[in-house]
Structures are given as structure tokens and as C-alpha cells.
């Protein structure tokens, strides 16, 4: 889960270093390993390819799509391995583990929660650091501008900044059982980093992800909300995976840069969301191009308009660009969000035009 750096990364490919990492993946909700589950049941190499069968014995369709998810990724993060081939079988006949819903508690519809909000959307990326909290910020402020109520959860385990970037820092209140969301710039607020002790960091195992964000979603006031927006933490695993069995999303926004590294990244994203069924909302280009505040001049720091041109390949939408500026940064840093600052300025009108374009998906 933390991109663990193996010391077998120039070794042969072979079954045995295949097992090993296999090894690594827990079963959904348990502290053993799928292996011991006897879900891995062939692995065969040819050249740089892996094909492995899965045999499942859960009837339960989404542990089933987790463990094949995270199956690919553990294989796909091998130096040796350019391709995963994945064979599913299903053994009907027995029982499914029991304790297999603590890791996704709601797989029956009726169980998904916060379905009375109009919209829930997942504000992704595969990398860290290009933007996502400061799309999700801007955009919620602008959503709410737009008259939108919206309730904005900061779920980014690693590294939760949505309290510095909207200043608010108080403890949340309890009542009647539930916590009550903080309120900033009209939008609803919670974020994970609330509730965590900064001097005691928790190690954050698959189980403990997926229930942090159900406690997060079902034990929080969220109410009259039209838009329930989250701030995910950077990656393809657990927190995706938890939120996408938690709750019926009705899609992502996937924030990249235009540097490839950033996009790989969010190529595997866009991926990982449709393969759980989370339509893609769009990409959005953040640090897009840069004007000079002296002059004015527009110069394309990093090459603009490559998220435009990967979501024309991916086919999914493309939602707008937002440029590298100083005053987003500093709105960030001093909880001033530029688009609660500066409606009328340049930087924050191309935030209003990507919610524009979301609320024409997503009507109020
Ligand atoms: N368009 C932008 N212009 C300038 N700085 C930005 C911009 N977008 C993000 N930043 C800054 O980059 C850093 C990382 O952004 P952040 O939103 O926290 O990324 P993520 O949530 O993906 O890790 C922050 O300091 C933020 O203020
Ligand atoms: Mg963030």
C-alpha cells in the first residue's frame, strides 16, 4: 500500500518472487493473506507477462473486484512485469469468510450510505501534490456560489489539508450521537485530520482505511446536502476502493498535471474508478500554464494541454484547466481560498468554469 520498495526489483521474474508479492495482499476485511485463502490458484510467466487464476470462494461480488484490483496493482508495481492477465474463477459451493464485510460494509444497495444527497463525487488523482485538495476546495466554494449546498470530506489519510486550506481548526462538535460538520465559506466541512493525534502516527492498514471513511460518512451530521464532495488521498488502493463500496459515487474528478509522471499516475486512476463503476465525471489540468503577474505573459511551464489531450484517448471528459499562481497557493496556505477571496478573478472564473460544466452533468 506504501509503494513498498522491494529489494527483488532486479531479480528474475519468476513464480516464487511473484508468491512473495502476492503475499503482500491481505483478504479484504482479514489479517491473512489471499494466498492462505487459496484464492491464488495458477501463476504462470511468459517472458514479462504474468497470467494468474483467481479462484473465489466469496459470492460477494465486490471483494471479489478488490482483490483482482489489488492483485493487478501489487503485480503492475513489479520492475519486471509489463503485463497482468487475470483469469477469475468462482467456487459457488461454499460459504463466503464471514468477516468479509468489515472492509465494505455496504455491498447491498440499501446499505449505501448518504444517498439522499443529490451528487457524491471522489476528487482523485494518482499522484500526490498536483492539486487535488485545492480543486476540491475551490470547487466546492464554487458549487456552493453557484447555490449548491455542498459538504466537502477531507478523506486524505496521508496527508489531510483541507482544515489549513479553509482555516478552520476547531474541534467539530457532537450532537445527538452524530459529529457536526464546521462550516466555511458556505460549504460543510470534516476532515480526517480532526480526529488524528499529529505526535502518534497511525499506520494505516486496508481495514482501518475503508472504516475511518464509513465512520466519516455515517457518523457525521451531513444534511441537506446536494453535492457531497471528497478529497481522496493520493493512490489506486484501499481508500477507493472503501469509498467506492460505501457509497454509490456518481463519479470522479480526476485531477493530473500535465507532466507524464503525474498522468501515468491518473491513467491508473481513471482505470481503477471504471473498474469498480465510477463514471468519470472528467480531468481537470491543474498547474495548466503560468502568467506573469509583472507582465502578463503566458508561458506553458510543463507541456499545457496534455490531460486534455489523455482524456481524449481515455474518452472521458475534459473539464477545464487552472493555472499555476501564486495568490492559489497563498489562498491555500492562509485558509483563503481564492475562489471565496476573488470570485472575479481570472484564477478563480476557471474554477467556476469546471463546476459550470459539472453542473450541467449534475443539475441542481
Ligand atoms: N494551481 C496552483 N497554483 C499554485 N499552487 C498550487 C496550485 N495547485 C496547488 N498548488 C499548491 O501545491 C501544493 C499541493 O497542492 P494540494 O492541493 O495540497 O495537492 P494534493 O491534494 O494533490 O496533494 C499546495 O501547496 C498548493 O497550494
Ligand atoms: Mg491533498
Request: hydrophobic residues 40%.
Amino acid at each position: 500500500m506504501f509503494g513498498k520498495k522491494n529489494n527483488s526489483d532486479n531479480a528474475v521474474l519468476s513464480r516464487e518472487l511473484v508468491m512473495d508479492r502476492l503475499k503482500t495482499i491481505k483478504y479484504p476485511g482479514f489479517s491473512r493473506n489471499i494466498i492462505s485463502f487459496g484464492v491464488v490458484k495458477n501463476v504462470t510467466i511468459q517472458d514479462s507477462t504474468v497470467k494468474v487464476q483467481l479462484n473465489f470462494t466469496t459470492q460477494n461480488a465486490e471483494i471479489r473486484e478488490q482483490i483482482a484490483i489489488l492483485v493487478r496493482e501489487q503485480l503492475e508495481t513489479m520492475q519486471q512485469v509489463k503485463n497482468v492477465e487475470l483469469q477469475t474463477t468462482a467456487q459457488t459451493a461454499q460459504a463466503p469468510p464471514q468477516a468479509s464485510v468489515s472492509h465494505a460494509p455496504a455491498d447491498r444497495e440499501s446499505e449505501k450510505l448518504l444517498m439522499d444527497t443529490k451528487y457524491r463525487i471522489a476528487v482523485a488523482s494518482g499522484k500526490g501534490g498536483v492539486g487535488k485538495s485545492t480543486v476540491a476546495v475551490n470547487l466546492a466554494i464554487a458549487l456552493a456560489k453557484r447555490g449548491a449546498r455542498v459538504g466537502l470530506l477531507d478523506a486524505d489519510i496521508y496527508g489531510p489539508n483541507i482544515p489549513i486550506m479553509l482555516g478552520a481548526y476547531e474541534k467539530p462538535k457532537g450532537r445527538d450521537n452524530k459529529v457536526l460538520p464546521l462550516e466555511r465559506y458556505g460549504i460543510k466541512l470534516m476532515s480526517i485530520g480532526f480526529f488524528l493525534d499529529e505526535n502518534s502516527p497511525i499506520i494505516w492498514r486496508g481495514p482501518l482505511v475503508g472504516k475511518a471513511i464509513e465512520q466519516l460518512m455515517r457518523d457525521v451530521a451531513w444534511e441537506d446536502i446536494d453535492f457531497f464532495i471528497v478529497d481522496m488521498p493520493p493512490g489506486t488502493g484501499d481508500a477507493q476502493i472503501s469509498l467506492s463500496s460505501l457509497t454509490k459515487l456518481s463519479g470522479s474528478v480526476m485531477v493530473s498535471t500535465p507532466q507524464n509522471v503525474a498522468l501515468t499516475d491518473v491513467i491508473k486512476g481513471v482505470k481503477m474508478f471504471q473498474k469498480v463503476d465510477v463514471a468519470i465525471i472528467g480531468m481537470v489540468e491543474n498547474m495548466s500554464y503560468f502568467i506573469c503577474p509583472h507582465c502578463g505573459e503566458r508561458t506553458d511551464i510543463f507541456a499545457h494541454g496534455n490531460t486534455e489531450k489523455t482524456s481524449r484517448n481515455l474518452g472521458v471528459p475534459f473539464l477545464g484547466s487552472i493555472p499555476l499562481d501564486t495568490a492559489i497557493r497563498e489562498g491555500g496556505d492562509e485558509g483563503k481560498p481564492i475562489v471565496a477571496m476573488r470570485p472575479d478573478s481570472p484564477q478563480a472564473e476557471s474554477f467556476f468554469a469546471i463546476a459550470d460544466k459539472i453542473l450541467e452533468k449534475m443539475p441542481l
